[in-house]
T-cell receptor, first 110, second 114 residues
Framework: QQPVQSPQAVILREGEDAVINCSSS?????VHWYRQKHGEAPIFLMI?????EQKGHDKISASFNEKKQQSSLYLTASQLSYSGTYFC???????????FGKGTKLSVKP | DTGVSQDPRHKITKRGQNVTFRCDPI?????LYWYRQTLGQGPEFLTY????????KSRLLSDRFSAERPKGSFSTLEIQRTEQGDSAMYLC????????????FGNGTRLTVT
């Protein structure tokens, strides 16, 4: 089953923070996060494995709540370059079949 | 690392025609994936290979779709008797066969069926 992302869209001013959630009805093995800009290929951001770890890269970080089967992506002090559509991809086993959510469109305005 | 390469970038075809797309993955990667993406949607899984073996194919995938990876390097995706509903961006991705290996996507082939 496809993971559910929320919200569907977010509009921010530069410097504001945002949280994007990704939920699954099945037990998750891992969660991938990707960003896609219009007309371009999705670009990898980070992977989280079950175990509740949190990762960070610059001002973008993510967490994985195994009990809730949910991952959250945190964008702090947003920059114009953060604009794009964010997708979570979920695996329910280690076989490598990654299923993506419908995406969250993030628009950062000056 | 020259990235994942897909050919052609765009394809316009008439309904009922067959089309074939090619994907060249990153050379060190042994997994190769095909996804389909329509406007406003996330990538929809079609199939994936580990080396030359096709390990999984989406149950939603019509029999008109077939993919091959004959020597475990490049892959082709063929759509027979195309329909207008096949119009989409077809994305290829590759990765190592590790549980924590990210997918590297190509720029896709945009198919328009008229």
């Amino acid at each position: 089953q496809q993971p559910v992302q929320s919200p569907q869209a977010v509009i921010l001013r530069e410097g504001e923070d945002a949280v994007i959630n990704c939920s699954s009805s099945k037990a998750l093995y891992s969660v991938h996060w990707y960003r896609q800009k219009h007309g371009e290929a999705p670009i990898f951001l980070m992977i989280l494995l079950k175990g509740g770890e949190q990762k960070g890269h610059d001002k973008i970080s993510a967490s994985f709540n195994e009990k809730k089967q949910q991952s959250s992506l945190y964008l702090t002090a947003s920059q114009l370059s953060y604009s794009g559509t964010y997708f979570c991809g979920t695996e329910w086993g280690s076989q490598g079949n990654l299923i993506f959510g419908k995406g969250t469109k993030l628009s950062v305005k000056p | 690392d020259t990235g994942v390469s897909q050919d052609p970038r765009h394809k316009i075809t008439k309904r009922g025609q067959n089309v074939t797309f090619r994907c060249d993955p990153i050379s060190e990667h042994n997994r190769l994936y095909w996804y389909r993406q329509t406007l406003g949607q996330g990538p929809e899984f079609l199939t994936y290979f580990q080396n030359e073996a096709q390990l999984e194919k989406s149950r939603l995938l019509s029999d008109r779709f077939s993919a091959e990876r004959p020597k475990g390097s490049f892959s082709t995706l063929e759509i027979q008797r195309t329909e207008q509903g096949d119009s989409a961006m077809y994305l290829c991705a590759s990765s190592f066969a590790d549980y924590n290996s990210p997918l590297h996507f190509g720029n896709g082939t945009r198919l328009t069926v008229t």
